[in-house]
């Protein structure tokens, strides 16, 4: 068939439909129907392959074009005679004079270049993100996994590459084993705590018993001894009538006296009468006296056991109490995680649950966290929320100080510098003057800040062979070489020599002299990246990951750590912490051996420590932002879990504390800084602030203490 025919079979074809993609589906489409799904897209694989970006047709012998196709998973034999009859016989390829395979016309190769156009940019675009990942040795995401898998037998990987796309997979496979043993880890938790709470609830109702029967026994003790003293009413009563008639008797005596003297035998009867009466007399009074005795002692057990049995009753009132207690902490934790999936439009309901929320772990004696994890960002969102709605500034957040993310923040006397990818130095504060830009800087990648203890002197430590430093007092700015092709990367200042200690891609520490802005020897001998003052010494960390402690490699240490951070200088009281590749944090204080924290999912970039020692704060690669509580994490270890600042849409490229220990800020990645508070105890306060001002007293807290917490009474609420 001429190549005249060929083209006037496919305007015949292409006149039924809409357009040639219409025309090139349908025929696709036949042949799937009549071959199967595996030819169809074997086809389409061979039309794209044929089809330049130029849109002019493209030869290529058919060892090539099976070359080519051994990888696409339809590919076989069969299918590719099938493909090739049927893409034949719709006219769509044909043979040039040499025999190699070709689209049909320069029209067809045009209209079939702009159908694969937008598959060809994909391919490029996945093919060009797995590059770039894999140079960076940074791992796919689960997200881009899903767009590579599809294409990666068509993407032309190299075999590294490949073997990179099959790390990515292992690594989030990892991640979802690990979410789910979390998960696993929150339900055995859970169900622990449900069984303790119904332990408690039938410890209480068996000391309700034990009290109820121990309440019988004292109401029977009581019937005993009243019975008892009816009976020694009764002898009361007869003792009293024999000292009656004793009495008549003596009497009688003495009216007969005269008559005893002159009859002695009467007078001796009466006498024996007397002496028998006063024996009774005897014998009843010791009787009275040890029934008197019995009923003293029986009304004393009475009163035993009545007090037992109230001991036992307010022994099972505290159980049930404490079971209440355990059950609001619980359910409160529960609720400030939903706090931030509750709608947009229910911000009050938001605000007074956060709360409320705090109130019940607050209060004292229950046992409560106000400062847990849950409740602390339960707040912040709802705080953020209640702002947005009622239009107030956000005060604790400066937008855009940075085109590009920061890499370094310092606290300086009222305020702070800042630095990063975008080859700039800002001068900023919180409500305070506006932001400023230090001129003269060189326009790189500045990697780390550092600045003397009186503020005056700021180094700046970039990409570039140099270090700069900046005079705050005059605005000067000073430039002295540094011996490494990639720069500093990190510097301390020692306040008794006034001199900087600078670690990067120099062979060795150099002590950088800001008065006479010349870098001289250390006397360390390892190349460092990164650097801290510790226990009257110094520790560092080489580019593979080992620590150094006064020039020794500390073999028995864990290995590929990324990052150091050290509190207090020398014997009680210094603190070390240590972070590694896999998100794990080691404490070290006063020569104590401490587990690893483990809360992060990924290499921690940074860590620092509150100028007061309290607080550290550690910074992965992935953003989040963690804060430990060092005195609660050493004395309850078992419990304590450190905030985890993972808030949706917050990624943290940098951290530094205010000098006053109350504030910790986080450069983000999109170029601006926020300010987060270190207590639970201050976002309430500003939330109750915010809600005087939206409703004061009109504002129904019972609403939600009663259809979330499930709770009557009267409800916490901001006083």
Same mark, same amino acid.
């Given at each position: 068939m001429s190549l005249q025919n060929k083209i006037s079979r496919i305007k015949c074809a292409i006149e039924p439909v809409s357009s040639v993609y219409a025309f090139v589906d349908e025929e696709l489409r036949l042949l799937g129907e009549k071959h199967g799904p595996a030819v169809a897209g074997l086809a389409r694989t061979i039309l794209d392959w044929l089809t330049p970006e130029g849109g002019t047709p493209l030869s290529l012998p058919e060892t090539d074009l099976q070359q080519k196709l051994g990888r696409a998973p339809e590919y076989s034999p069969a299918n590719y005679r099938q493909a090739l009859a049927g893409l034949a016989r719709a006219g769509l390829i044909g043979h040039t004079d040499e025999g190699q395979l070709q689209i049909s016309s320069n029209y067809l190769a045009q209209e079939l270049n702009q159908l694969f156009l937008g598959q060809r940019t994909l391919r490029r675009e996945m093919a060009a993100l797995v590059r770039d990942k894999c140079q960076r040795k940074d791992l796919l995401s689960e997200k881009e996994l899903n767009n590579v898998l599809p294409l990666a037998d068509v993407l032309a990987l190299t075999s590294q590459e490949r073997a990179f796309v099959r790390r990515s997979q292992r690594a989030v496979k990892r991640r979802k084993r690990l979410r789910g043993g979390a998960l696993l880890a929150l339900i055995l938790?859970? *169900? =622990?705590l449900v069984a303790l709470i119904y332990r408690n609830y039938q410890e209480a109702e068996k000391a309700r018993k034990v009290a109820v029967q121990a309440s019988q026994e004292a109401k029977a003790s009581e019937a005993l001894a009243t019975q008892r003293a009816i009976e020694l009413g009764k002898q009361r009563d007869t003792v009293r009538s024999l000292n009656r008639e004793l009495e008549l008797a003596r009497d009688k005596a003495l009216a007969s006296a005269d008559e005893a003297r002159q009859s002695a035998i009467e007078a001796t009867a009466a006498r024996g009468d007397a002496e028998s009466l006063a024996n009774r007399l005897a014998i009843a009074n010791v009787d009275l006296t040890e029934q008197t005795e019995r009923a003293l002692l029986a009304e004393q057990q009475a009163r035993d056991s009545a007090e037992l049995a109230r001991d036992k009753a307010l022994e099972a009132d505290t159980a049930r109490q404490r079971a209440e207690a355990l059950s609001l902490i619980i359910k409160s934790r529960n609720i400030a995680l939903r706090v931030p999936q509750l709608p947009d439009e229910q911000v009050l309901a938001k605000a007074m649950l956060a709360y409320q929320a705090y109130e019940v772990n607050a209060k004292p004696g229950l046992g409560g966290d106000p400062d847990n994890g849950d409740i602390y960002k339960a707040l912040y969102h709802a705080l953020q929320s209640l702002r947005q709605q009622m239009g107030v500034e956000d005060t604790d957040q400066l937008k855009n100080v940075h085109k %590009?993310? #920061?890499? *370094? /923040? $310092?606290?300086?006397?009222?305020g702070y510098y800042s630095a990063g990818a975008d080859g700039v130095v800002m001068h900023w504060a919180f409500g305070g003057a506006s932001t400023g830009r230090i001129k003269g800087i060189h326009p790189d990648v500045h990697n780390h800040l550092a600045i003397s203890d009186d503020g005056r002197w700021l180094l700046i430590c970039s990409r570039l062979p140099f270090v700069q430093l900046y005079d705050t007092s005059s605005g000067k700015l000073y430039q002295a070489p540094y011996p490494g092709n990639w720069g500093a990367t990190d510097a301390i200042y020692e306040p008794e020599s006034g001199k900087f200690l600078v670690a990067g891609y120099a062979d060795s520490p150099l002590w950088f002299d800001p008065e006479s802005r010349t870098l001289e020897p250390s006397g360390f001998q390892q190349p460092l990246k990164a650097i801290a003052r510790y226990d009257g010494g110094y520790l560092g960390l080489t580019r593979d990951g080992q620590a150094v402690q006064d020039g020794q490699v500390q073999q028995d240490w864990p290995n590929i750590l990324t990052a150091v951070a050290a509190a207090? =200088? %020398?014997?009680?009281?210094?603190?070390?912490?240590?972070?590694?590749?896999?998100?794990?944090?080691? /404490?070290?204080?006063?020569?104590?051996?401490? #587990? #690893? $924290?483990? /809360?992060?999912? *990924?290499?921690i970039e940074a860590m620092q420590y509150s100028p007061d020692g309290r607080y550290l704060a550690s910074l992965s690669r992935d953003g989040k932002v963690s804060i430990i509580d060092i005195g609660r994490y050493l004395t309850e270890r078992a419990t304590y879990q450190p905030v985890l600042l993972d808030m949706k849409g917050l990624s943290a490229s940098a951290i530094a504390f205010s000098k006053d220990s109350w504030e910790l800020l986080l450069g983000s990645k999109g170029g601006d800084i926020v300010r987060f508070y270190l207590g639970s105890e201050i976002y309430a306060q500003k939330l109750c602030?915010?809600? %005087?001002?939206?409703?004061?007293?009109?504002?129904?807290?019972?609403? #939600?203490?009663?259809?979330?917490f499930q709770e009557s009474g009267t409800p916490p609420s901001c006083k």
């Open positions: 938790l859970l *169900s =622990t %590009e993310y #920061p890499m *370094s /923040i $310092v606290a300086a006397g009222n207090g =200088t %020398e014997g009680a009281g210094a603190q070390l912490a240590l972070g590694d590749q896999y998100g794990d944090i080691y /404490i070290e204080m006063d020569n104590a051996d401490i #587990p #690893p $924290v483990q /809360i992060h999912q *990924s290499a602030r915010l809600l %005087e001002e939206r409703g004061g007293g009109a504002l129904d807290w019972a609403g #939600p203490w009663e259809e979330y």
